[in-house]
């Protein structure tokens, strides 16, 4: 298997200024490789053990450190759990566990956590998993329930005030706010590109209680992430409830099939399109869907559009470093927020119902399989950022450095 080539045909196609930025981020460190290369992941990932007879539930299916963060509710209220559903799909539990695992040991390495405490948290993450599964009750993190770090980011957004926010994201002239296309967060979009989102959402407006609502200020094209960089992915700046400061900023993102697909032989529902399932999945597992959520067509392309959740909303890895214990804290809650997702969304479209899952939960020889091969993987992954980090330097992922790759669909399937 050459990941070098199955990188470069996975990626075919996108937009070249984006995904320069995409492979400049995954040479940054191995947890940033393993963020950007979900597909080869998966591709490599064995299926036997409890990796092909864990019970089917609904998964994220790039579940890593990275992609649980808070965000704000369709109630106004601000959560802290899940919140990336581009590769969802229904698979069994253990998939998205073993992705957790290793980014846990991928991660530790990059904030130079040795590999017996590594090893620990990951042990603690599954112990507080299997409890809140055998406990068979779907909880949530807010604000008031949050400890360790989660709480302290929870409880820094009281204070968060939308001019604050906007002033990240826009520029403020007589009253007029456009977006900062600064090459950080977002980048110009073309005539055909604003052309092509305004059209959108003055028929999207339409078709909503309070078409005002979404006026177009402004568009640009957004830098966010890292595996789905170089998509058609928007930011637009919306009048919201009134200008300057009402204003709202809408994320409007192309959904691609899953990279789990080629993998799977679990029979997946007949989605209307992939922003159907990305939303729909979103709605089942989170304890509260997020504001705006909805799937859509942007030139017959699915896509989904929501309101746009600010990136320093995540968990900062860095402060665990001087916290003794946090770590095991938050990787304890994450073992619980997936338990409680898969919980949330049991018995749907096939999806194991909570019973089955409560059985699961308390076993242990899953577990002990599972952190082996969770190593295999992390270890894995470093050998291949070793062999991306020399490939990038040799110029193998410039732009007409493999013209022959041709059009592949950068969907999973050509992995």
């Known amino acids: 298997m050459d990941p070098i080539r199955l990188i470069q045909a996975y990626n075919a196609g996108r937009d070249p200024a984006r995904l320069a930025l995409k492979y400049q981020a995954m040479r940054a460190s191995p947890f940033a490789f393993l963020r950007g290369s979900c597909h080869l992941f998966y591709r490599r990932l064995p299926r036997s053990g409890v990796l092909k007879t864990a019970p089917r539930v609904w998964c994220c299916g790039d579940l890593h450190l990275e992609n649980f963060g808070s965000y704000k509710g369709d109630n106004r209220l601000v959560y802290f759990d899940i919140n990336d559903f581009d590769e969802s799909a229904l698979a069994p539990a253990s998939w998205d566990l073993v992705r957790l695992l290793c980014s846990v040991r991928v991660g530790a390495t990059d904030l130079g956590v040795e590999e017996t405490q590594a090893q620990a948290l990951c042990v603690h993450l599954l112990e507080a998993y299997g409890a809140a599964l055998a406990a068979g009750k779907a909880y949530w993190l807010e604000r008031d329930t949050a400890q360790g770090l989660v709480h302290d980011l929870l409880d820094g957004l009281r204070e968060r005030q939308r001019p604050r926010f ?102 997946q529902p007949a989605w209307p399109t992939e922003a159907h399932r990305v939303v729909a999945v979103q709605q089942r597992m989170q304890a509260v869907p997020a504001a705006f959520l909805h799937p859509v067509l942007l030139d017959e392309q699915p896509c989904v559009l929501r309101a746009l959740q600010p990136g320093e909303d995540r968990i900062d890895l860095r402060r665990a470093q001087r916290r003794p214990g946090s770590l095991a804290t938050l990787v304890a809650d994450l073992g619980r927020l997936a338990a409680w997702a898969q919980l949330r969304s049991a018995g749907r479209s096939g999806s194991a119902g909570a019973d089955e899952l409560m059985d699961f939960g308390p076993r242990k020889k899953w577990k002990t399989e599972l952190l082996a091969v969770a190593q295999d993987c992390a270890r894995q992954a470093g050998q291949d950022a070793q062999a991306y980090n020399q490939a990038y330097d040799d110029g193998a992922f410039e732009p007409s450095a493999d013209p022959a790759a041709g059009p592949v669909a950068p969907s999973g399937t050509g992995s």
């Open 166 to 267: 906007l002033a990240t994201r826009t520029v403020l002239s007589r009253g007029r706010r456009t977006l900062k296309a600064d090459g950080k967060r977002a980048l110009p979009a073309s005539p055909a590109q604003r052309e092509a989102v305004m059209s959108f959402m003055q028929g999207f407006a339409r078709s909503q209680p309070d078409p005002g609502f979404y006026e177009v200020l402004d568009v640009a094209c957004r830098i966010a992430g890292t595996g789905s960089l170089g998509i058609d992915r928007y930011a637009i700046l919306v009048k919201g409830k009134g200008s300057p400061d009402g204003n709202y900023v809408l994320d409007l993102k192309q959904s691609l099939p899953s990279s789990l697909l080629p993998r799977l032989k679990v029979s």
